[in-house]
């Protein structure tokens, strides 16, 4: 039997996908520190032996370091309105080699026994650079710090497990990962094109909200994230993933504020901003969001004012947009199922928030109502594919 047309057009889009991944993997350029991993791996494996105790609630389950970069370019708004630009470039190391000037330079560890401690340390001071050496020197203080930590919470749950009959759920590991990939597409942007895009959204605002305009603050960033991972279970991965971001926040001189923003990640500058505009030049993309964070605070503004035409400070019943009422719901609902706060609720009987009652449960009175909080850069959602989200996995 053949194929529906359903069908034809699923197997062109896994087809596609693969056929993009392929063509990464070709264009494969490995951060200049992604060198650490195999280092730090060794010395997450050799934390995890040299301090393993057999005393209950402080043996050692995982140990993990994780070592973060941010650089890139940021067009925003100063007071009068002129856009300024900060960007990292490239420096000389002692060496003589080329290299990236970091915004972060971090550094991470985790440990695992009846409970988690993780520690961290900045590596960068004032410095934009940091030698290779100092990262793995400073990762054997750092993880001793962390295990040490991690050993005295753990022995006081074990206490709680020994003395209160406390409940204790072992954590699910996942199987061992070896992950590598640069999403990075666009390592040069247009300084020009970026500072054009500003102020285009700037003048749309001044002009739409008139004697009503009072401040606004206007950001193009594009952040590249790196980060370097391993655990003792014998997983590590680098990544380089870029974030790009265009927000608008305008206030009237009433004193209330509209905000928008487009954002993703793992695209150009180009692909983010015409994701969900994709018929718009990048111009035409600016002065339609900034038109409609004016149109908003005019609305705010008329609002306010009927509010204070019903005397004011009263509760009143509001409709939701639903970007809106998703940031709610992933702020609200999201955060609070997340793995490590339901385990702390499990212990906690007088949590801030506590669901576990509800896991597994109805959430809502209408049967319909679904969530999906997806950390991938492109999601599928029925027959609608989001690409370049701003979240993600690793």
């Known amino acids: 039997m053949g194929m529906t047309k359903s069908e034809e057009k699923t197997e062109e889009k896994k087809d596609k996908k693969e056929k993009e991944e392929d063509e990464n993997k070709e264009e494969l350029v490995k951060d200049e520190y992604a060198q650490l991993v195999p280092d730090m791996l060794s ?36 007071a009068k309105g002129v856009p300024v630009v900060m960007s990292t470039g490239t420096e000389v190391d002692a060496q003589g080699n080329m290299k990236v000037q970091r915004f972060h330079i971090g550094q991470r560890a985790e440990a695992n026994t009846k409970d988690r401690s993780v520690k961290t340390v900045n590596l960068a001071g ?6 290779d050496f100092k990262v793995i020197s400073s990762s054997f203080p750092l993880l001793e710090q962390t295990i040490e930590d991690a050993k005295k919470k753990g022995e006081a ?16 590991y996942e199987e061992p990962i070896e992950f590598s990939a640069n999403y990075d597409a666009q390592t040069d942007v247009d300084l020009n094109l970026m500072k054009e ?7 749309v605002l001044k002009r739409e909200l008139g004697s009503k305009f009072d401040t606004a603050e206007i950001r193009l960033i594009k952040l590249t994230e790196t980060s370097q991972f391993a655990a003792s279970d014998g997983s590590k991965y680098d990544v380089v993933l870029p974030r790009i971001r265009f927000s608008i926040l305008a206030k009237s001189k009433m004193g209330n504020q509209a905000f928008r923003s487009i954002s993703g990640c793992g695209g150009t500058l180009e692909e983010i901003l015409k994701r969900d505009y994709p018929d718009k030049a990048l111009l035409e993309i600016a002065t339609h969001i900034a038109t409609k964070v004016a149109n908003e605070l005019q609305d705010i503004d008329r609002a ?19 970007s809106v009422a998703g940031v ?3 702020e609200m609902m ?13 212990r906690t009987k007088d949590a801030d928030v506590n669901l576990k009652a509800r896991i597994g449960g109805q959430i809502s009175e209408n049967p319909n109502f679904t969530m999906i909080d997806d950390g991938s850069i492109h999601v599928t959602a029925g027959d609608k594919e989001l690409r370049f989200c701003w979240a993600q996995y690793r």
């Open 43 to 78: 010395t997450a494996q050799r934390g995890k032996v040299s301090f393993q105790e057999k005393t209950l609630g402080r043996e050692l389950n995982r140990t993990h370091l994780y070592f973060s970069t941010k650089y890139g370019t940021l067009v925003e708004t100063n």
């Open 126 to 131: 004032n410095d934009t650079l940091v030698q």
């Open 157 to 172: 749950v074990q206490k709680k497990i020994d003395e209160e009959n406390e409940e204790y759920w072992e954590p699910f």
């Open 197 to 203: 895009l500003v102020a285009q959204a700037r003048q």
């Open 304 to 322: 306010q004012d009927a509010i204070q035409a019903l005397g004011g400070g009263e509760d009143v019943p509001v409709i939701l947009s639903s």
């Open 328 to 330: 709610l719901a992933h």
């Open 334 to 346: 999201g955060h609070c199922t997340e793995g490590d706060i339901i385990l702390e609720n499990k």
